[in-house]
C-alpha cells in the first residue's frame, strides 16, 4: 500500500514568520490580535484583526510579485518548507513529477480591489498592470511554480475556509495514483477590505478577542498568513534520505449544502467527513489523539462542531483533547486549514498540543476538552484537522507520527 508523507513545513502568522517563531508563540499561548493597520476601519463597529506583523523578504521578486501580500506570505513558506525537506539540494529529480497545490480566498479578492480605485482619465483608461501580474487567483501557484522550478501540475482551491485542506486533499490523491513524486501543498490569504466589510456586515466579527468554544464568544476575528507543507510518495522520500516529519494518512470531504452562511445544526456534513477521513485512514475514533477544530468562536459553529464531535467520537470525545488556533491567529480564511494541518504536525513532531486561549466560561452545549488557555505536553499518534466552510463545504485531514 502507498503512503504519502510529509517531509517539510512553512509558516506565516500573525504571531510569527516562520516555524520556529509561530510554534513557539502557539505554545505560548500568545494573541495575534491587534488594531487593523491595512486600511481604516473608522466607519465599522469592529476596527480589530489578526494582522501579520514584522514581515520582510530577503530576496527580491519581481515588481508584480512584490507588491502583492499573499504571493509573498506563500513564496516564504514555500521556501521554508523546502529547505526543511531538502529538495532544492536534489540534483536529478524529474521537475515534471513536481506540483503545486494552494489555496487561498483573498486572491481572487484583492485585484478587484484595486480595479475598483482605477482612474478611467489617466493612460490606458488607468488599467492597473499589477492586476494583470496577480489575476486570475492560479497567479500564486504559478510564481511557485517558477522560482522553484516545479514543472508538473498545479491546482488552485477556492472552497472558502476549507480551500487549504481541499488542496492538500487533492495533492494526496495525484501522490497515491503515482502520478507525481512531490507536491508542495498549502494555502495563504491576507485580508482585503471586501472581506472584512462582508463579516462585518455579517455581525460575524469579535470586537476585542476570538474566543472559541466560550459560553460568551462572540464572533471570529479575520487573520493572514501561509502555511505550505511539502508532501512526498514515501518510497520517493525514502529512496532519496529525506528526513520524514509525519504521514498524511486520509481526508474527507463533504459538502451538506445547508445554507451560504450558517452550518448546519446538527453537524450533518462535518460527521460524514471526519467519518470518512478515519476510514480512509483505516482507524477507529479511538485512535484520533488530538483534534485541531474548526472552532471560529461564532456561536452557532462552535455548537455546530462540537456536536458533530460527539456524534462521531461517543462517549470518547470526552477524552479527546481538542483545540482552536484561531483563538491565537484568528480566521486565516482560504489559507487557514492548511495552517493548521502544519500545527497538527509540528503536534506531532514536539508532543505538544496548542491551546484555546481567551477561553473563562464554559458552554454548557460546548462542553468538550478544549485544552484551556495552556499548551499541553502530551504525544500523540494520530491528528484530525477540521475545516467547514461557507456552503457546507467540509474538509478533514488526518496526519500520523511516523516512528
Known sequence: MPKVVITGLGLVTPVGTGIKKSWESFLQGMSGANEMKSFDTSKYKVHRSCEVKDFALDVELDNQIKENTIHKYVYYAAREALRESGLPDEKHCDRERFGVAIG??????????????VDTSKKDNGFDKIVAAVYPPNSITNVLARYFGFEGPTMISLNACSSGNHAIAWAYDRLMEDKVDVVMVGGGDMIPQTEFTHFHNLKSLAPERCQPFDKNRQGLMIGEGAGILVMERYEFAKKRGAKIIAEMAGYGLSCDGFHMTAPHPEGDGAVKCMSDAMKMAGLSPADIGYINAHGTGTPHNDKSETTAIKRVFQERAYKIPCSSTKSMIGHLMGAASAVESVICCLA????????????????????????????RELKVRHVLNNSFAFGGNNATTIFSRVD
Request: net charge negative; charged share 25%.
Open 348 to 375: 506531532l513532531r514536539h508532543g505538544m498540543l496548542p491551546p484555546t486561549i481567551n477561553y473563562e466560561t464554559p458552554d454548557p452545549e460546548c462542553d468538550l476538552d478544549y485544552i484551556p488557555n495552556t499548551a
Open 104 to 117: 487561498t480566498l483573498a486572491a481572487e479578492l484583492t485585484p478587484f480591489e484595486r480595479l475598483l480605485r
